[in-house]
């Protein structure tokens, strides 16, 4: 069997295998709410990332809490925009164009920025440079990396050969290997990279800082349940719980839609949006 389909096979058989929910003897006649993220990582590593924090707040939130994972970046854009997960960690793009259907509990610590990053010895120094050159790009659309990055590329009069990236870490590692010149990603995904990896990277161009991830709720959920899973985590925040540094979780603080993420309705990418879908 060829390789590919040999570590496709156990991505499926990985995620077949992964706890279905944060408690080991889940009751059948309670409800078990799902939380999901945009697929930046492989599957190892987002429960690798992700289950100690989710056992914890079942804990703490009395709630039975499940990690939904979605193929893709499409995959799990169409599923947010139907409002399927019951909490999800969304970029602030994808968080105002779905509005109606979430509202933001919490909002990560830093900004969110689209990196263009390329090999520490590549002769690449900007965006110029990438003309007749590949560019992985991560499919679905992501504000910084995609919607942005393409708008940038145009008005640097730019046009790479676009390669698709499932993930925002299959298309650094793709970089690292020398299978693409440059990839567009952003500030979060890099900093779930390995250090010793990282290192091995530059930044030839960054967009303009825009509001942080957050986690949101669906609109349809009881108060009183997206209440528990807030509530819980900022806890967490205050006892400065280390479950909170692989997530990125940092500094995290309640959000108000209009107050922290309004300024997207006024960004000129609205064209640019219609035209990456």
Same mark, same amino acid.
């Given at each position: 069997?060829?390789?590919? &389909? ?5 991505? #499926?058989?990985?995620? +077949?295998?992964?706890? %279905? ?18 697929? %930046?990582?492989?599957?190892?590593? #987002? ?20 990690? &939904? ?37 919490? $909002? ?15 002769? *690449? ?15 679905? /659309?992501?504000?910084?990396?995609? %919607?942005?990055? &393409?708008?940038?590329? $145009?008005? $640097?009069?730019?046009?790479?050969? #676009? ?6 870490? /299959? ?15 952003? /500030? ?9 990896? +990282? ?26 349940? +997206?209440?528990?899973?807030? /509530? ?19 500094? #995290? *603080? ?11 309705? &006024? ?6 949006? $219609?035209?990456?879908?």
């Amino acid at each position: 069997m060829p390789v590919t &389909r040999l570590r496709l096979c156990a991505s #499926i058989l990985l995620v +077949a295998l992964l706890p %279905v929910t944060a408690q080991s003897r889940p009751d059948p006649g309670r409800p078990t709410y799902t939380i999901a993220m945009v697929p %930046v990582l492989t599957p190892t590593d #987002i429960h690798r990332r992700w289950q100690p924090l989710l056992e914890q707040l079942a804990r703490d939130s009395g709630l039975a809490l499940r990690f &939904r994972y979605y193929e893709n970046s499409e995959s799990f854009e169409a599923a947010i925009a139907n409002g399927e997960p019951d909490f999800a960690l969304l970029g602030p793009w994808q968080l105002w164009q779905n509005r109606q259907q979430y509202r933001p509990l919490l $909002h990560f610590g830093r900004p969110l920025t689209g990196l263009v990053m390329v090999r520490n010895d590549s002769p *690449v120094q900007s965006l110029t440079d990438l003309r007749k050159r590949s560019l992985g790009m991560p499919d679905g /659309n992501d504000l910084p990396s995609g %919607v942005l990055m &393409r708008q940038q590329l $145009h008005e $640097h009069k730019t046009e790479p050969r #676009i390669v698709p990236t499932r993930t925002h870490a /299959n298309g650094l590692r793709s970089v690292l290997l020398g299978r693409v010149d440059a990839v567009s990603t952003n /500030n979060y995904s890099l900093l779930l990279l390995a250090p010793d990896m +990282a290192a091995q990277l530059r930044a030839i161009h960054e967009t303009q800082p825009l509001p942080p991830p957050a986690l949101a709720a669906a609109r349809r959920l009881p108060p009183d349940i +997206a209440a528990s899973v807030l /509530n819980a985590l900022l806890d967490l925040q205050k006892e400065r719980s280390p479950l909170l540094g692989p997530m990125l979780m940092h500094d #995290i *603080v309640e959000a108000d839609l209009e107050r922290d993420y309004g300024m997207l309705e &006024r960004l000129p990418v609205n064209e640019a949006a $219609h035209e990456a879908r």
